[in-house]
């Protein structure tokens, strides 16, 4: 969800096209719709951590990656595409895997609460992005880097 509401913050002083930002934007939707499908189809076949652990070594790397390809349009929109479609997987696998890390009684209140504080810090990034400057590079080595420990804690997890 944090690029969702960045992907036009990170370029918007090198590409000036607000419309191009949209359609693409509109794309990546349509990439993160089918990525819910397709990893939640890889999770049926090889378990839901394990296929978190591929998206994540994969999200690792696209956002290690987004700031040095920001200034090439056709690159930058493959690269945010392939992160829609990894977050994809946010939609699919998290409900499921609230359900076997905190059991199912109260699944669903879990797992609204979990989104809701993604929503939220969602909401107080863009917020706290768009009051100061930083530098694009930093930012998504930062995101890389939380993206990096999240595929770290997923190994120690005991599957």
Not at 9 to 24: A, G, K
Not at 113 to 137: D, K, P, R
């Amino acid at each position: 969800l944090f690029i969702a509401g960045t992907y036009k913050v990170l370029v918007e002083n090198i590409l000036h096209n607000d419309r191009t930002l949209s359609i693409i934007g509109s794309i990546s939707a349509i990439f993160s719709a089918i990525g819910r499908i397709v990893w939640g189809y890889i999770a049926d076949n090889i378990g839901i951590i394990n296929t978190l652990l591929i998206m994540s070594f994969i999200l690792t790397i696209l956002l290690f990656i987004y700031p040095f390809i920001l200034t090439y349009l056709s690159i930058y929109s493959i690269i945010t595409c392939s992160i829609f479609f990894c977050e994809g997987a946010n939609f699919a696998l998290y409900l499921p895997l609230v359900n076997v890390l905190f059991g199912s009684k109260y699944v669903n209140t879990n797992f609204g609460v979990m989104f809701a504080c993604v929503g939220i810090l969602t909401v107080v990034n863009i917020l706290f992005l768009s009051n100061i400057s930083i530098n694009n590079y930093l930012l998504c080595d930062v995101l890389s880097l939380i993206t990096f420990l999240g595929f770290i804690s997923l190994l120690l997890l005991d599957k």
